[in-house]
């Protein structure tokens, strides 16, 4: 079976994409503000959807345009707060294996970083529960709007979803064959990561769902 992935990267500013058992990866990278305002998108890359077939298969977005914008810091409110757990064998494999894609080229390694771990797994259950595939929640919005409500600070950000791939090797192997993705993946500016697996369920379109979500540390 096909899986779907999805990129989206962008520091301070996110794109959606949609498909089925997929990969996505949101990819665009903001940086300084000017005094006039911020400057318009660089660039805006088609999106496209692989072929879908079955209710669990695969396909791949490419990630949003690059934008530019002020840095800034987000509030989080007193009610924000997710439960953080340890990560599991799966997540754990996940960040190795992109952590062994940066470093054989030269890249610092990203640190794990537990809220964005939490806030991936809270994804990635969203996504399972309410049988969507997409950068944009119905419950937590884009993920810069994810980020900001639970007060994670940062330069940059960028997110990797993912569903029906059977294994951390496979979600990663599709990663990096999307040039989204691998660009997120192996973006230097990058430095922390938190990766979310759950599988599915009964009611769920596809049998696993990823998440990766990546940030620039202020």
Do not use: C
């Amino acid at each position: 079976m096909r899986g779907r992935t999805r990129a989206s990267a962008k520091t301070r500013t996110t794109r959606t994409a949609r498909t089925a058992r997929t990969v996505r990866a949101i990819g665009a990278i903001r940086t300084a503000r000017t005094a006039a305002g911020s400057a318009p998108a660089k660039r805006t890359p088609a999106r496209r959807q692989a072929t879908s077939g079955t209710a669990r298969q695969a396909a791949v977005k490419r990630p949003a345009a690059a934008r530019t914008a002020r840095p800034r810091t987000a509030k989080r409110p007193a009610s924000a707060k997710p439960r953080i757990r340890q990560s599991n064998a799966y997540e754990l494999e996940v960040f190795r294996l992109v952590n062994e894609e940066r470093t054989s080229r030269g890249i610092a390694a990203l640190t794990l970083n537990s809220r964005l771990a939490e806030l991936a797994r809270l994804k990635s259950i969203d996504m399972r529960d309410n049988n969507y595939f997409s950068h944009t929640s119905p419950t937590y919005g884009t993920p810069q709007q994810m980020l900001d409500r639970f007060g994670v600070e940062y330069r940059a950000y960028a997110e990797n979803i993912a569903a029906g791939q059977p294994t951390p090797a496979d979600v990663v192997r599709v990663w990096m064959n999307s040039a989204g993705h691998r660009a997120n993946i192996l973006d230097p500016r990058f430095t922390d990561t938190g990766v979310g697996f759950v599988e599915g369920n009964s009611t769920s379109r596809y049998r696993t769902y990823w998440t990766q979500l990546f940030i620039q540390r202020p």
